[in-house]
């Protein structure tokens, strides 16, 4: 067994014997990086000198308390404070922050040690890693397929056990899409639970800063660490934080558990539909009660995400003008030719749709028809889960309507590739918890389950995760690398 | 509702992107398809349902007035891209 293997808790664990140390951990993660990387592109960024300066630093101190010791990465939209922070886009290719974000300050503080920063699509705005403006990252279980986005680097460097665990963010999908497409474990809190100070805005009613683990109990611990309150962002909700670990008794009994038809009709694969069942099988056979409901505005769900997060980005792109940061075209003559040029040729083309986009639907005229509709539909679906939660503990559906697709098979058509999100979109729409397991393989490719909870009840959720875990082997499952 | 490429051409100003002819045509297709999409919206009646705009029952907050430590200016100053007498240079404006 190689270090590299290791999940957090287990990482943990050898420390706290002292059977390894922190640089010992940080060789063995860059060694797998080196051999690996090559081929799956996790990386944009690798942050090896400061690595082994924060690892020696805690062998030093010789206390492998809460993450100390223990290696992680970023999705490159996490400031950095010193370290270059890209978004994967040319308009910040060159951006180096003065400061950190709250959640990878946090890391830091308990002792986590960085490794380097993650591939993804261009301002998260994708949902297969092609979008970003430097390279595509492969899928680790065919290197053929995309491993998912926005948060693809994120998932693919935890199913390539390059690191124990990622960060990533979440809007329509971009932490649970990918964590199903490599196998991994996907957590996105509920909006407001862990503060997005410091991550660089897509969609600010949407956005959520989450988990990408290789089991459920790492997920449990690494939210004990980035949840909370903090003044830095207004969204942020001041509740208690419970030990989510303390939830992970493998009990399900009692449980209330939904499943909405309308998940499992049109469009989803009979392999992803038949594993997705099966586990709810298992899931009755536990204990829990399960019953068949519908949620019947979901379908509204994408085309209400396609109005309200391009309309949100424009507003949130328009600081990147070329005057304090990123990209400028120093060619320009006046200033509105320097924004515009800057931003033509910063942005890629997904990026201009959506900003486009979302511009047309604020704009006078058609600000009723689009945008203040999109608002109206989504309080009928945030209604729609409300109504299921009266009712249930939790709702368990498909993550994904199918597994990982080719590179290039969908690049061509935006409404093709949008189609990825359909299932997790509906979610963010209602700011609800929500995250991936793997529970079933289709032709060798990961498949994920999904679990959706009342707002700020992680802990149901993890709980359910935990216990069907317990009872199976998916998450034990490595994708066959050939290595150096 | 579909786009034209005038259309598109002034989206592009007003979002200060600089768009060329091809992309106007490019764009203006594309966006015409998504549209067409969202339009599925319509078969919802909302007229008695109001707009949801905040996910979290929120309010404004408020800080104290008093002095905190931020980024130096040097820090600041050194991401951007034309800089001179610690101020950005951009093109005259009037």
Known sequence: MELYELTVHELQKLLARKESSAQEITRSIFSRIHATDE??????????????????????????????????????????????????????????????????????????????????????????????????????????????????????????????????????????????????????????????????????????????????????????????????????????????????????????????????????????????????????????????????????????????????????????????????????????????????RGFGDEVKRRLLLGTYALSSGYYEEYYLKALKVRQLIKQDFERIFADYDLIICPTTTRTAFKIDEEIDDPLTLYMNDILTVPVNMAGLPGMSIPCGFADGLPIGMQIIGRAFDEASMLKAAFAFEQQTEFHRAKPHLEVK | MALTAKEVEDLALKARLKITDAEKEFFAEQLSSILKYVDKLDELDTSEVEPLIYILPVSNRFRADEIRSSASRDEILANGPLVEDFHFKVPKII
């Open chain 1, 39 to 344: 081929k799956i592109a996790s990386f944009v960024t690798l942050t090896e000198e400061k690595a082994y300066e924060k690892a020696s630093q805690i062998d030093k101190m010789g206390n492998y308390q809460n993450l100390a010791g223990i290696p992680y990465a970023l999705k490159d939209l996490f400031c950095t404070r010193d370290i270059r922070t890209t978004c994967c886009s040319r308009m910040l290719e060159d951006f180096v922050p003065p400061y950190d974000s709250y959640a990878g300050r946090r890391l830091e503080e308990a002792g986590g040690i960085l490794v380097g920063k993650l591939n993804m699509d261009e301002f998260a705005m994708g949902s297969s890693t092609e979008h970003s403006a430097f390279f595509t990252t492969r899928n680790p279980w065919d290197l053929q397929r995309v491993p998912g986005g926005s948060s693809g680097g994120s998932a693919a460097a935890v199913a390539a056990e390059q690191v124990p665990f990622s960060l990533g963010t979440d809007t329509g999908g971009s932490i649970r899409q990918p964590a199903a497409f490599c196998g991994v474990v996907g957590l996105k809190p509920t909006y407001g639970r862990v503060s997005r100070w410091g991550v660089v805005s897509y969609s600010s009613s949407l956005d959520q800063v989450g988990t990408l683990t290789r089991d459920v109990m790492d997920a449990a611990i690494i939210l004990n660490h980035i949840s909370g309150y903090d003044p830095m962002d207004s969204t942020s909700v001041n509740t208690a934080v419970p030990d989510y670990t303390q939830f992970l008794d493998g009990e399900v009994r009692g449980m209330k558990i939904a499943f909405p038809r309308e998940y499992f009709q049109a469009g989803v694969d009979e392999d992803v539909r038949a594993a997705v069942k099966n586990a709810l099988q298992l899931y009755e056979s536990l204990g829990a009660e399960l019953e068949e409901v519908s949620l019947p505005c979901s379908e509204y769900a994408l085309p209400t995400y396609y109005l309200i997060a391009p309309a949100e980005a424009s507003a949130n792109l328009a600081r990147f003008d070329g005057v304090r940061y990123g990209l400028r075209d120093m060619e320009a003559e006046n200033v509105v030719e320097m924004f515009s040029q800057s931003r033509a």
